[in-house]
């Protein structure tokens, strides 16, 4: 940024953006990304990347500069945006956690529903059976041994009709220890941030 642009206030630069200056939209991106990021960063959502967020709480800034009115002088614009980013990014993680987003928030990729093997090199194997390890450990801790077995096979990417095959449970017993098991390690890792 140069010195003349750091020069100008947020709230002049709003009334340029808000007047569709798109430049100076760009500056408030720039001044404010940092912040973005920040709040993205702590915060986890389910079935998605920290980007996500960062992408929320950018349109919860352009929603700022947008809604901003200058006249009102017991609210800064600083204040207003990181107000404004906060809602949104909460918003965000409000929606993933609701149970109209739980297709989206259990996908398989594609190659795997489709039952076809995706090659993965020795490094990457390795790498994905101590993360298995460790995952085992935690869900351990929170699950039934009857509940970790499922989990485990489900994640292996086995149907709950396959899961009945082999472990000789009913369709609504496995289904209903996967439910369980879901809702307790969101719980688990709810806890832990």
Same mark, same amino acid.
């Given at each position: 940024?140069?010195?003349?642009?750091?020069?100008?206030?947020?709230? #002049? &630069?709003?009334?340029?953006?808000?007047?569709?200056?798109? #430049?100076?939209?760009?500056?408030?991106?720039?001044?404010?990304? $940092?912040?973005?990021?920040?709040?993205?960063?702590?915060?986890?959502?389910?079935?998605?990347? +920290?980007?996500?967020?960062?992408?929320?709480?950018?349109?919860?800034l352009c929603a700022a500069?947008?809604?901003?009115?200058? =006249? *009102?002088?017991?609210?800064?614009?600083?204040?207003?945006?990181?107000?404004?980013?906060?809602?949104?990014?909460? *918003?965000?993680?409000?929606?993933?956690?609701?149970?109209?987003?739980?297709?989206?928030?259990n996908y398989v990729p594609?190659?795997? %529903? %489709?039952? $076809?093997?995706? @090659?993965?090199?020795?490094?990457?194997? &390795?790498?994905?059976? @101590? =993360?298995?390890?460790?995952?085992?450990?935690?869900?351990?801790?929170?699950l039934s041994e009857m509940?970790? @077995?499922?989990?485990? &096979?489900?994640?292996?990417?086995? #149907? +709950? %009709?396959?899961?009945?095959?082999?472990?000789?449970?009913?369709?609504?017993?496995?289904?209903?220890?996967?439910?369980? #098991?879901?809702?307790? &390690?969101?719980?688990?890792?709810?806890?832990?941030?």
């Open positions: 940024m140069d010195n003349q642009t750091q020069k100008i206030t947020d709230e #002049s &630069l709003v009334k340029m953006a808000q007047s569709g200056d798109r #430049s100076a939209l760009e500056q408030l991106c720039v001044r404010y990304g $940092e912040v973005v990021r920040s709040k993205a960063r702590r915060f986890f959502l389910i079935g998605g990347e +920290t980007e996500d967020l960062v992408q929320e709480g950018m349109l919860g500069v947008i809604d901003y009115k200058d =006249g *009102d002088k017991s609210l800064s614009f600083k204040n207003f945006a990181h107000l404004c980013i906060s809602r949104r990014i909460a *918003d965000a993680l409000r929606a993933s956690a609701s149970k109209k987003n739980l297709p989206l928030n594609l190659m795997v %529903a %489709a039952g $076809e093997a995706l @090659e993965i090199d020795p490094e990457e194997g &390795l790498i994905r059976s @101590e =993360g298995r390890v460790e995952l085992q450990e935690k869900m351990r801790t929170v509940e970790l @077995e499922i989990m485990m &096979l489900y994640i292996d990417g086995m #149907s +709950t %009709a396959d899961i009945c095959e082999k472990t000789g449970k009913t369709n609504k017993s496995i289904d209903n220890a996967l439910q369980r #098991s879901k809702k307790k &390690l969101q719980k688990l890792y709810t806890e832990q941030r």
